[in-house]
Nanobody, 121 residues
Framework: QVRLVESGGDSVQARGSLTLDCTASIQLNDYCMAWFRQGPGNEREAVASIDPYGRTTYADFVKGRFTISKRFAYILVMQMNNLKPDDTAMYYC?????????????????WGQGTQVTVSS
């Protein structure tokens, strides 16, 4: 059974930083892993993904500010710098048993419960 547990969400001021972790019950190198987010009144959107080979993809609105990576074999990490109020959202970790990554949420069958990030101006 695939289990994903996010942590690290918090309330910060604009231009601050946070690190989100997703602890998984699977070996990350066997999956496409991604972070998604859903802000108030918004649809869920892709933030970043990393494939089994370490290749990364980022949404334009986080390029240069967020970094997705893996720590050990089972922790997905997202370092978030220069946070903006528009980054306020619930952040979700997702996994798909695929060697190639998509930024389409419908291709990810496994999801965590989310961790809340709130950025104040």
């Amino acid at each position: 059974q695939v289990r994903l547990v996010e942590s690290g969400g918090d309330s910060v001021q604009a231009r601050g930083s946070l690190t989100l972790d997703c602890t998984a019950s699977i070996q990350l190198n066997d999956y496409c892993m991604a972070w998604f987010r859903q802000g108030p009144g918004n649809e869920r959107e892709a933030v970043a993904s990393i494939d089994p080979y370490g290749r990364t993809t980022y949404a334009d609105f986080v390029k240069g500010r967020f970094t997705i990576s893996k720590r050990f074999a089972y922790i997905l990490v997202m370092q978030m710098n220069n946070l903006k109020p528009d980054d306020t959202a619930m952040y979700y970790c997702a996994a798909a048993p695929s060697a190639t990554c998509s930024m389409d949420a419908t291709t990810f069958p496994y999801w965590g419960q989310g961790t809340q990030v709130t950025v104040s101006s």
